[in-house]
């Protein structure tokens, strides 16, 4: 059975720091498949992948993983639009 999605993402925000040291976000996103729980971790400044595995599935959601460039979360994905 599926989780609700904000409870789905609540619940992966708190594992996440088991996998890894690198800031990361959690984030419903879709495509043609359907939803899924997007994970966002940015590399170190030097570009290292500092993530151990992340579960997937989660909760009946299928899970993406992303490599995003040190900053990218802070600036891009919750830059404050004007």
């Given at each position: 059975m599926?989780?609700?999605?904000?409870?789905?993402?609540?619940?992966?925000?708190?594992?996440?720091?088991?996998?890894?040291?690198?800031?990361?976000?959690?984030?419903?996103?879709g495509d043609d498949s359907g939803s899924y729980l997007c994970v966002y971790v940015e590399r170190t400044e030097i570009g290292a992948e500092v993530c151990k595995t992340i579960p997937t599935p989660f909760e009946g959601w299928r899970v993406v993983h992303v490599w995003c460039p040190d900053g990218f979360i802070k600036h891009i994905l919750e830059r404050h639009r004007e």
């Open positions: 599926k989780t609700e999605r904000e409870q789905a993402i609540q619940n992966l925000m708190k594992i996440m720091p088991d996998h890894t040291d690198s800031a990361f976000i959690v984030k419903q996103e």
